[in-house]
């Protein structure tokens, strides 16, 4: 399996991340009932706990600095930022 642009690959329908610097390369899994593993060559190089439910799951060091830099902006970043800004930056909610 190859890691897609952002990163992920597919192991049984849930999305685990790998390094993105690993986009493209050729992989192999190994899952047990609790963990999923991810090789290059034989090398280790990543490990997640397992997960039965579809979605992602992202090691925040797999990612590369600018997304880690968007990651940060939760919602209650924005929320805290809007209030800094003033009412004209306020959520409405109508």
């Known amino acids: 399996m190859k890691?897609?642009?952002d990163y992920h690959v597919d192991v049984f329908g849930h999305l685990y991340s790998v390094s993105y610097a690993l986009r493209g390369e050729v992989l192999?899994?190994?899952a047990t009932a609790t963990?999923?593993?991810?090789f290059q060559r034989g090398v280790r190089v990543a490990?997640?706990?397992r997960s039965l439910k579809p979605g992602h799951s992202t090691e925040t060091s797999h990612?590369?600095?600018a997304h880690r830099a968007h990651a940060e902006?939760?919602?209650s970043r924005f929320i805290q930022?809007?209030?800094e800004v003033?009412?004209?930056a306020q959520m409405r909610t109508t």
């Open 73 to 75: 902006w939760t919602p």
């Open 28 to 30: 192999t899994a190994q």
């Open 63 to 65: 990612m590369p600095s």
């Open 35 to 38: 963990t999923v593993e991810l």
């Open 3 to 5: 890691p897609n642009i």
């Open 81 to 83: 930022w809007a209030s």
């Open 47 to 49: 490990s997640h706990a």
């Open 86 to 88: 003033g009412r004209s």
